[in-house]
């Protein structure tokens, strides 16, 4: 059987679509879907044999080039998104160790500043 391609019947709702994978997808069929609809979808679940019409099979195209350029990206966006929280934490960390010199820096540098110790406090601006 065919891995990936263009599959009729991958999901209920859509004629034929661009299958990714097709043993992770009856994998996901099986384990993810109402016992009474298992092997009916597995069934219907087909590679297509003859020949589409050029316009659709070029949308389908683009359109497997662009979920997989999304893949790519959402996999780095989560790479960084990880590395940020990670950087966010020891940015904090070295806040709570250095405090007492970063706040004694902050009031020689910004002499009479609104800051309550925990954000600028807008009541105290111009008052």
């Not at 059987?1 to 299958?19: A, N, P, Q, R, T």
């Not at 384990?31 to 979808?41: L, Q």
């Not at 893949?71 to 405090?99: D, F, L, P, T, V």
């Amino acid at each position: 059987m065919k891995k990936s391609g263009l599959f009729w019947h991958i999901h209920h709702d859509v004629l034929v679509e661009y299958c990714f994978d097709y043993p992770t997808r009856v994998d996901f069929i099986k384990n993810n879907k109402p016992t009474n609809e298992i092997e009916a979808r597995i069934f219907y679940l087909k590679p297509v044999k003859g020949r589409l019409p050029v316009e659709f099979t070029e949308a389908c195209e683009a359109y497997d080039k662009v979920c997989e350029a999304y893949s790519k990206a959402s996999e780095a966006y989560s790479k960084a998104y990880e590395a940020c929280g990670k950087a966010y934490e020891a940015h904090g960390k070295a806040y709570e160790a250095h405090k007492q010199e970063i706040i004694a820096l902050h009031e020689k540098e910004c002499p009479n500043c609104i800051w309550d110790g925990e954000k600028l406090d807008f009541a105290k601006w111009k008052a």
